[in-house]
Structures are given as C-alpha cells and as structure tokens.
C-alpha cells in the first residue's frame, strides 16, 4: 500500500550544521517522490523532486538521492541556515497525480 | 501572479452550521485537490478532480463535499461540520499531464470547529 516513513522531529540545528532528514517509502514499482518545504504561516512549496530510480533531486543546497535498494529519499544539506527554519514533507505519488505525504519534520537552526 | 488562493484564511464556527471554503486557481490547472493538515498526522486527501465535473474521494472525504464546475474553482463544503473537523485545510492544483508536475499550494485556511 501507500506509505511514506519520516524521521520524527523536532530536529535543532545551529547554523552550518549537516542536516539529513530520513524518509522511506513502501511502493511496488517505482513511484516519483518529492520533498516539500512548509514556511511558518505559509503552504507548501516543492523542494525538489525525483521520478525514477537513482535521480537526485536537488534545490537550494538540498539534495535527494533515489534509491531503490534501500526505498529510501533522505534529505540532506551540507550547512544550514537560519532561513531553512520550516517543515519538510516527504512525499510519493500515488495513482492519478495524487500525492502520499509523511508526517513531516520540524527543522529549526539557530544561530 | 500565478497563484492558488483560498478564502477565508481563518473561521470559527459551531457544530452543524453548513460552510464552504472557496479555492481558486489561474493557472490553467486540470487538476486540484484539498488536504487538511493535523499535528502528528501530516497532510491526508479529502478530495481530488482531475478535471471539470470529475472529482473523486481521497483517503478522508468523510464529512466534506466537493464541487468542479469550473476548471479554476474547486470549493469544499462541510454540510454539518463538527469539532474533529478543526484543523488546517489546503488546496493544491497542477497540471495533469506526465502526473509528477508540480503541485501548487494554497495558503491554507484554519478551521476552527466548537
């Protein structure tokens, strides 16, 4: 069925920091996957996204890699910032152009 | 300025009192969708269309009605809304073309249920 398996936050951070953000996800075949970004008081943007098997999506410093050995996504950047402060959503498709969300993790860098 | 935007941001209303939240979109887009955001459970699908007069239910729909009468318009209605409605309501569209476009969110709506 449809899952998608995020680490549990709230993750602190201080600034430069390494950030990973695990997800895993259960599919038969090879879904696209996305990471969403939620701002405080905002809706969610697309981070960035990958549609097959070993793309790497990335945006903004952030990167995602593909892998189907692991049926993995995790999120990573190389050093944080202040402003990356928000909620990120792993995500998978589903059918039509329906979207399967993970419960998403609170990321707060400060200073 | 391409956008998707819902109204109101914010209500609070009372058990069985019938409201519509209003979305909108000038992108152009065939499909649409409304999620509702609660703490500790992500984002969950009430409902989707994936073009005028073709909706279909998500994984929560209990409770909500949807309308596409409009390629732009898609307004979720809740007939008799009740307190385990509260919570934060979003509407998304995209194009529906490969399926892996990208979804535009709304701002979000915060509903208060008493």
């Known amino acids: 069925g449809n899952s998608v398996t995020q680490m549990e936050g709230p993750v602190t951070l201080s600034e430069e920091a390494f950030l990973t953000i695990n997800c895993t996800y259960t599919a038969t075949g090879y879904p696209s996957l996305f990471w969403y970004v939620q701002y405080p008081g905002e809706g969610l943007q697309l981070l960035l996204k990958?549609?097959?098997?070993?793309d790497k999506g990335s945006n903004k410093g952030f990167e995602a890699t593909y892998r189907k050995e692991t049926t993995s996504f995790h999120l990573e950047k190389g050093s944080v910032q202040v402003s990356d402060s928000a909620v990120y959503f792993c995500a998978r498709k589903t059918g039509a152009n329906n979207l399967f969300f993970g419960t998403g993790t609170r990321l707060t860098v400060i200073p | 300025e391409a956008q998707v935007t819902q109204n109101p941001r914010y209500l609070i209303t009372v058990t069985g009192k019938k409201l519509t939240v209003t979305c909108s979109q000038n992108m152009n887009h065939e499909y649409m969708s409304w999620y509702r955001q609660d703490p500790g459970l992500g984002l969950r699908q009430i409902y989707y269309?994936?073009?005028?007069?073709?909706?279909d239910k998500g994984d929560v729909p209990e409770g909500y009605k949807v309308s596409r009468k409009e390629k732009r318009n898609f307004p979720l209605i809740l007939e008799s809304p009740s307190p385990n409605q509260t919570s934060l309501y979003f509407c998304?569209?995209?194009?529906?073309?490969?399926?892996?476009?990208?979804?535009?969110f709304g701002p979000g709506t915060r509903l208060t249920v008493l």
């Open positions: 269309s994936m073009n005028v007069e073709v909706t």
């Open positions: 998304a569209s995209s194009f529906y073309s490969s399926g892996t476009d990208t979804q535009y």
């Open positions: 990958a549609t097959k098997a070993d």
